[in-house]
């Protein structure tokens, strides 16, 4: 226990002991995050285990040549890995960045007219490993793009007549609405960029 603590305050970690409430193998670290409303969960986990290598029988040499009983470490980074997602989810509202996002980019052609150039440019994604989807509809343009924005979706690329024509892209990003034009290969390198370095971009 005092090992823990030790190693708790040369972290600079604010800690709280909770008397009685130790498990039978030894001490434990539990992590706790806050979520949007306040409230705390336990996610991560560092515990020490003097059970284990007792019942296992297990044993090292140490310096001094004799027998040594080890303590066992378990540790957990994340704990419940649906609990810290929902944590996740819950304190970027559904918003993950790009390099997080289920979806990343969405095609959003503005006619069946453009399906083809759509289809270009979601190979041209798909081929560079993004997770792109392509959005076929007949639909109106606003409401594809509501319902891109409802998905959390980061990057919308809006594609029509003047895009086809200068063999460009619109941008829009699904917080701060920038909209911009640019060629394909651009918006690739700047989104790998942004994948990459795991940028926020809101």
């Known amino acids: 226990e005092n090992i823990l603590k030790e190693a708790a305050g040369s972290k600079g970690l604010d800690y709280v002991i909770n008397e009685g409430e130790g498990v039978f193998y030894g001490p434990k670290l539990d992590f706790h995050i806050q979520d949007c409303l306040g409230r705390t969960w336990q996610c ?3 515990q020490l285990d003097f059970a284990m290598p007792e019942k296992f029988d297990i044993e090292y040499a140490g310096e001094d040549n004799a027998k040594h009983r080890p ?4 540790r957990t980074v994340l704990g419940s890995i ?3 997602t929902g944590i996740l989810l819950e304190h970027y509202s559904g918003n993950l960045p790009p390099w997080l996002a289920p979806q990343q980019v ?3 052609p503005i006619s069946e007219k453009f399906y083809g150039y759509g289809e270009r440019i979601y190979n041209s994604l798909k081929n560079e490993g993004f997770r792109v989807g392509i959005d076929h509809r ?5 409401k594809k793009i509501r319902q891109a924005e409802m998905k959390k979706i980061p990057y ?3 594609v029509g007549r003047n ?3 200068t063999g460009t892209i619109t941008i829009r990003k699904k917080i701060g609405r920038d909209i911009k ?3 394909p290969g651009h918006f690739i390198r700047d989104l790998k960029k942004v994948i990459r370095d795991k940028e926020k971009v809101y």
């Open 181 to 183: 034009e640019i060629k």
């Open 71 to 74: 303590v066992m470490i378990h």
């Open 106 to 108: 969405i095609i959003l």
């Open 44 to 46: 991560a986990t560092i």
């Open 163 to 165: 895009e086809e024509k």
């Open 156 to 158: 919308m690329i809006i």
């Open 138 to 142: 007949v639909e109106s343009l606003n």
């Open 82 to 84: 649906e609990r810290f």
